[in-house]
């Protein structure tokens, strides 16, 4: 179980400028939320809070019913993609799946097992001894799905994935995770600026404009009443 609560959270930054506003949003265990609105309003603030990279001003924030604000980032196993997915270029696919569980000093054995039941997932078993530089676009992107997944991770959550992908693979990847989401079942944070992307992926879709979370809601509520 690893549902999500920010309760009045608030994030003011060292500077003095609030960009989260008293946020308050429940995320479901196993569900799929997308964060949507313009550049600034706050997205990437909100989630690197759920990931322990920026602290909290003011608020809480619960992970499985247990408050994690002053929890370090590794012990809240959670899982983070961002546009710019740094893959280790010396190491083949399989290496790069298999680092986490490596770090992790979880036995070889079991760190194959794992790797290679990811690795299937996302379909990239015929890759497992290529080096990223071999890879396209969309396959480095999936290398660092199925890194970032290998950990069993209480939640995944992904920033703007996809803008670095051209249009087309874009539209592809859009659906490859989505049915992975569905497939694994983990608690999924995805954000973007893009409305039809938040409109087409996810379970339900939070709006989010200067600071301010402005609702949430399925894609086919919004649809029927923007
Ligand atoms: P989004 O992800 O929606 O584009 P961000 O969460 O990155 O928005 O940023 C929200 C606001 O907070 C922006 O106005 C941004 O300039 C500001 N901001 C982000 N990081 C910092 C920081 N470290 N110090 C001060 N302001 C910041
Ligand atoms: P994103 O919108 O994807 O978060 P940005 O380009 O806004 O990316 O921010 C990149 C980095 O710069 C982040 O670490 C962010 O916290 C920081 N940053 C953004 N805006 C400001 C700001 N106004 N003052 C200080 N740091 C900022």
Redesign the pocket.
Known sequence: MADISFRGVNKI?P?G?QAVHDLDLAIDDGEFLVMVGP??CGK??TLRMLAGLEAISRGDLLIAGERVNDLHPRTRNIAMVFQSYALYPHKTVQGNIEFPLRMAKIPTAEVKRRALKVARMLELEPLLERKPALLSGGQRQRVAMARALVRDPVAFLM??PLSNLDAKLRVQMRAEIAALQRRTGTTTVYVTHDQVEAMTMGDRVAVFNNGRLQQVATPQELFERP
């Open positions: 930054y500077n400028f550049s600034g990437s603030t920033d703007e």
